[in-house]
């Protein structure tokens, strides 16, 4: 064999006759077949399998685009390659050209969430901020339109990168989705089907505008800062309790037993928590009525309690007042008192006052609280 015939051989042997992708992994969206300084043989094969789809790039800009199949690459086959590089019909000389390969198929599972808070404007508590995550499926559905718009213009080709592109695009149309529910916090964790559809609408377009094709997308959660979760909380004890007063005050007299236990001063010190639980009382007393509504004010000239044992002040009250260390705490129902004091939060001995008693005197002497018994008889006499 001649030097000739032998640099001939060698120089062909640069020549890349078969372009194929064999995707072994499922995560990899975009792949450059690597053409570096070698050159394509005209009537090299181009195999093309199911879910992928490869792209034919003549100086950064995409050219010709092949569906699944194989291909012998010819000026026929590659037209538009042929007419932007001038080459007459028939050219047969090797030629370089950047290859991509898209992969097709469903990806699921892909997931979403607020880097940060989402401002949002509720009728009930006012500015808050939410944060919210999910999953959402998409595919290449336009191989040519998503070189275009995201791998060629903006250089990315690695799967995390393009998530993470399109992920910033999902937060931005996820943000004005939400604020255009208008749904109030409260109901947004009975919206999220709801909330999926409008989101994609809003995502949708902007994903075709990229060349693919958002399949589906799910609102997982949505969450609300603590203070406004807690607010909820105390909302639905209220609810439980139908607003009723009395029951409201045993809650937060009960509430405060095991707090005042746990400070220094014991049970010693349990006089104030109750004190703290009827001062409580006292104010949704005075805000609500016994059916949730506002109360009036009282009648003018009615009677003020008169000062507790042991101190100077005074407080207006249009039913029972109890006086617990040189402070009075009130209104309580009739219903509401007798049930505290059946319960041992109210000793028989605690001074109480309503309006047209003489003064302050121990629960126990009201004889409409029903506490009172008459005497009991002498006893027999001895035999």
Not at 33 to 61: C, D, H, S, W
Not at 81 to 98: C, E, V
Not at 181 to 196: F, G, R, T, V, W
């Given at each position: 064999?001649?030097?000739?015939?032998?640099?001939?051989?060698?120089?062909?042997?640069?020549?890349?006759?078969?372009?194929?992708?064999?995707?072994?992994?499922?995560?990899?969206?975009?792949?450059?077949?690597?053409?570096?300084?070698?050159?394509?043989?005209?009537?090299?094969?181009?195999?093309?399998?199911?879910?992928?789809?490869?792209?034919?790039?003549?100086?950064?800009?995409?050219?010709?685009?092949?569906?699944?199949?194989?291909?012998?690459?010819?000026?026929?086959?590659?037209?538009?390659?042929?007419?932007?590089?001038?080459?007459?019909?028939?050219?047969?000389?090797?030629?370089?050209?950047?290859?991509?390969?898209?992969?097709?198929?469903?990806?699921?599972?892909?997931?979403?969430?607020?880097?940060?808070?989402?401002?949002?404007?509720?009728?009930?508590?006012?500015?808050?901020?939410?944060?919210?995550?999910?999953?959402?499926?998409?595919?290449?559905?336009?191989?040519?339109?998503?070189?275009?718009?995201?791998?060629?213009?903006?250089?990315?080709?690695?799967?995390?990168?393009?998530?993470?592109?399109?992920?910033?695009?999902?937060?931005?149309?996820?943000?004005?989705?939400?604020?255009?529910?208008?749904?109030?916090?409260?109901?947004?964790?009975?919206?999220?089907?709801?909330?999926?559809?409008?989101?994609?609408?809003?995502?949708?377009?902007?994903?075709?505008?990229?060349?693919?094709?958002?399949?589906?997308?799910?609102?997982?959660?949505?969450?609300?800062?603590?203070?406004?979760?807690?607010?909820?909380?105390?909302?639905?004890?209220?609810?439980?309790?139908?607003?009723?007063?009395?029951?409201?005050?045993?809650?937060?007299?009960?509430?405060?037993?095991?707090?005042?236990?746990?400070?220094?001063?014991?049970?010693?010190?349990?006089?104030?928590?109750?004190?703290?639980?009827?001062?409580?009382?006292?104010?949704?007393?005075?805000?609500?009525?016994?059916?949730?509504?506002?109360?009036?004010?009282?009648?003018?000239?009615?009677?003020?309690?008169?000062?507790?044992?042991?101190?100077?002040?005074?407080?207006?009250?249009?039913?029972?007042?109890?006086?617990?260390?040189?402070?009075?705490?009130?209104?309580?129902?009739?219903?509401?008192?007798?049930?505290?004091?059946?319960?041992?939060?109210?000793?028989?001995?605690?001074?109480a006052w309503r309006p047209g008693a003489p003064g302050w005197a121990p629960v126990s002497e009201f004889a409409e609280l029903g506490l009172s018994s008459p005497p009991p008889p002498p006893p027999p006499p001895a035999k």
């Amino acid at each position: 064999m001649s030097f000739f015939d032998n640099l001939k051989k060698e120089a062909s042997s640069q020549f890349i006759e078969i372009i194929q992708w064999l995707d072994d992994s499922p995560d990899t969206l975009v792949y450059r077949f690597p053409v570096y300084n070698a050159e394509i043989k005209m009537g090299a094969q181009l195999t093309v399998r199911e879910n992928q789809a490869a792209v034919f790039i003549n100086m950064g800009k995409a050219a010709d685009v092949f569906a699944p199949g194989q291909y012998t690459l010819s000026t026929q086959t590659i037209p538009i390659l042929t007419a932007l590089r001038g080459w007459k019909y028939g050219f047969q000389s090797p030629f370089k050209a950047d290859v991509y390969f898209f992969n097709t198929r469903l990806y699921t599972d892909l997931k979403w969430g607020t880097t940060n808070p989402v401002m949002m404007r509720d009728k009930d508590f006012g500015m808050i901020r939410l944060r919210a995550f999910g999953t959402y499926a998409m595919r290449v559905v336009d191989a040519k339109k998503f070189f275009e718009e995201i791998v060629g213009t903006r250089g990315l080709t690695t799967t995390a990168d393009i998530i993470g592109q399109l992920r910033s695009t999902i937060l931005s149309r996820l943000t004005d989705a939400i604020a255009e529910a208008n749904i109030p916090a409260l109901d947004l964790a009975s919206k999220y089907d709801e909330l999926s559809s409008t989101a994609v609408e809003k995502i949708g377009p902007e994903f075709t505008r990229y060349g693919l094709e958002l399949s589906r997308f799910y609102v997982e959660n949505i969450s609300l800062p603590e203070e406004v979760e807690a607010a909820i909380d105390q909302r639905s004890k209220l609810g439980v309790l139908g607003d009723r007063l009395g029951q409201y005050t045993q809650l937060q007299t009960a509430e405060s037993i095991p707090l005042a236990a746990s400070n220094p001063g014991g049970i010693a010190g349990m006089g104030a928590g109750l004190g703290a639980g009827f001062a409580i009382g006292g104010a949704m007393g005075q805000a609500f009525g016994a059916s949730g509504t506002a109360a009036p004010p009282p009648p003018q000239g009615s009677t003020a309690p008169p000062p507790p044992p042991g101190s100077g002040g005074a407080s207006a009250a249009p039913r029972w007042s109890l006086a617990i260390d040189g402070k009075t705490y009130g209104p309580y129902t009739d219903d509401a008192l007798r049930a505290m004091i059946q319960s041992g939060q109210v000793a028989p001995g605690t001074q109480a006052w309503r309006p047209g008693a003489p003064g302050w005197a121990p629960v126990s002497e009201f004889a409409e609280l029903g506490l009172s018994s008459p005497p009991p008889p002498p006893p027999p006499p001895a035999k």
